[in-house]
């Protein structure tokens, strides 16, 4: 007699384990997203620590908390980020500080705004080329003093003619004041920033409105001809007085190659929501970009920026979003099984059952080998439990319908038939 219960049993068993050994492989090739990034961002009130503290808002939306790593400037802020013992996951980078030959194991998620390079000085002569700084006291802020020295150098400003600085924005916009400087080379800012507001009203101190931007723009791939139009900073005051040419690198937004894709996919949404609308230097929808100059783009970010959020991510929360694609995962493995057992389950029970009835038959040709063969009555009637036993077999297979079964039936009355024949014979 088959026992259903056992089978039943077994067939569970056996599909719990291939379950569980499906989920711990999307466990391991479908690993689930940290729920925290770190991000360095420079100094404490930079225009990066700004757009950090709102990163973190956007962030907390969807469950993610972003820790801020401060540093000192931006060269510190690219070897924090590099350090591979600081746990740091993305950084702001300006334009022109590093490049994919410098800094292999990073990816951008695009440019997120231009980074003006604000020229102030101290005078009463209006100067409008970077030449005109040969020769007097300068500071270069320390956040980009590489591409701001090769800039002054292709103008012949260099340290041997010209006596430059790297001192913080807060300590050379004093000694600028105090006549110890003659002009500043300010890191990317706002117009509105706390930095650079009090400067606009300062009389003694001058915005350098550059002739040759467009120029730089052509001779250097790292950087932007910006044009701040007449009273962007103050209408009421009309500030500036006329249109303004300057030079901006942009700034970056990047991560290690290696952080998990759910991850990048809402950094992007993050930037993507912060910077793409419309600013004093640029139209609605130009950043973040689909390029960058420096670094390789991160695929997941521009198949986010090119095509927009993914089905899931449309309607499920980001937590939800690795569960439900191990979910889509074990039904397309389930789907894979069980369509070709659906096909090949039918023919397999066929054949077992066929298989069952020749084995059967080969019982019953014994029973008629024998039959022919034993002279003791006794013997003769021990034959039939025998075929009782092929009957009682042939009777509780389900595949009734079997032409191998009803002929194995009419076999079973035929030796039946003949073994009472023999009987009668023998005891006769």
Request: charged letters at 30%; a positive charge.
């Given at each position: 007699m088959v026992n259903y219960t056992k089978i039943v049993l077994r067939m569970l068993a056996a599909t719990l384990c291939v379950i569980a050994v499906i989920w711990l492989a999307l466990w391991y090739f479908i690993p689930a997203p940290p729920t925290t990034i770190t991000i360095a961002a420079g100094i404490k009130g930079g225009v990066f620590s700004e757009l950090a503290e709102r990163y973190r808002q956007r962030?907390?939306?969807?469950?993610?908390?972003?820790?801020?790593?401060?540093?000192?400037?931006?060269?510190?802020?690219?070897?924090?980020?590099?350090?591979?013992?600081?746990?740091?996951?993305?950084?702001?980078?300006?334009?022109?500080?590093?490049?994919?030959?410098?800094s292999p194991d990073i990816v951008s998620l695009g440019r997120i705004s231009y980074a003006p390079l604000w020229v102030?000085?101290?005078?009463?002569?209006?100067?409008?080329?970077?030449?005109?700084?040969?020769?007097?006291?300068i500071n270069v802020n320390p956040a980009t003093p590489v591409l701001v020295k090769r800039i002054l150098a292709a103008h012949g400003v260099v340290p041997e003619n010209t006596v430059m600085s790297e001192m913080l924005v807060v300590p050379a916009i004093k000694a600028m004041k105090d006549g110890a400087l003659d002009a500043v080379i300010l890191p990317p800012q706002g117009i509105q920033s706390p930095i650079i507001r009090p400067l606009w009203h300062d009389p003694q101190l001058r915005l350098m409105d550059l002739s040759q931007a467009e120029t730089l723009a052509r001779l250097f791939p790292n950087l932007n001809h910006l044009i701040l139009p007449q009273g962007a900073v103050d209408l009421e005051n009309n500030i500036p007085a006329t249109n303004v040419n300057l030079i901006a690198t942009t700034n970056a937004v990047v991560v290690h190659k290696n952080l998990h894709p759910e991850l990048i996919y809402v950094l992007a949404q993050t930037i993507k929501a912060e910077h793409g609308e419309a600013g004093i230097f640029h139209r609605a929808g130009e950043f973040p970009t689909q390029t960058d100059p420096e670094y390789p783009m991160a695929e997941e970010a521009l198949d986010y920026y090119k095509n927009g959020p993914s089905f899931l991510q449309r309607y499920l929360p980001f937590w939800m979003l690795n569960y439900a694609k191990r979910l889509a995962a074990i039904l397309v493995a389930a789907i894979a099984i069980v369509i070709p057992l659906f096909t090949y389950t039918p023919r397999l029970y066929a054949w077992l059952v066929n298989l069952r009835l020749l084995r059967l038959y080969r019982r019953l040709r014994l029973v008629n080998a024998r039959l022919k063969t034993e002279s003791s009555a006794e013997r003769v009637a021990a034959l039939q439990t025998d075929l009782d036993h092929i009957d009682r077999a042939a009777n509780i297979l389900p595949a009734r319908h079997s032409d191998l079964f009803f002929a194995l039936l009419m076999h079973i009355r035929f030796t039946r038939t003949e073994l009472a024949s023999r009987l009668v014979t023998l005891r006769g």
């Open positions: 962030l907390a939306r969807q469950h993610i908390r972003l820790d801020v790593r401060l540093s000192g400037n931006g060269m510190e802020n690219l070897k924090l980020f590099e350090d591979p013992d600081s746990g740091i996951d993305a950084a702001f980078l300006f334009g022109g500080i590093s490049d994919s030959k410098q102030f000085y101290r005078g009463k002569e209006a100067l409008d080329r970077l030449t005109q700084l040969k020769g007097k006291t």
